[in-house]
């Protein structure tokens, strides 16, 4: 299943600090690891837009997270495009079991 991608800048849950583990899984540390593979995989893709709260949310099935990763901005404001992966694994040892691009 591709994950969807959010809306840039959603709020966290309520009641939940914005960059609070999601699903045990450390936001930044997950981002970071998620962006990596980008570069790695789409290195022409030079303008990802940094962390912001809300790039990272709970997976719709299971216990794993979903990463948004935009990049690129349109004359309107909106992202380029979005790049996404779906984390799995353990908050110890997350693993990307699915990355790529999603439209927008």
């Known amino acids: 299943m591709t994950p969807k991608p959010l809306a840039t800048g959603q709020i966290p849950v309520p009641g939940q600090d914005g960059d609070a583990p999601v699903n045990g899984f450390d936001s930044l540390t997950v981002f970071k690891l998620c962006r990596e593979k980008m570069i790695s995989d789409y290195p022409t893709i030079?303008?990802?837009?940094?962390?912001?709260?809300?790039?990272?949310?709970?997976?719709?099935?299971?216990?794993?997270?979903?990463?948004?990763?935009?990049?690129?901005?349109?004359?309107?404001?909106?992202?380029?495009?979005?790049?996404?992966?779906?984390?799995?694994?353990?908050?110890?040892a997350p693993k990307i079991t699915y990355s790529g691009p999603v439209d927008v």
């Open 46 to 92: 030079t303008n990802y837009r940094p962390y912001a709260t809300g790039d990272v949310s709970a997976a719709i099935e299971g216990t794993g997270v979903n990463v948004q990763l935009p990049f690129g901005a349109l004359p309107d404001g909106r992202p380029e495009g979005i790049m996404v992966c779906e984390i799995t694994g353990t908050p110890a």
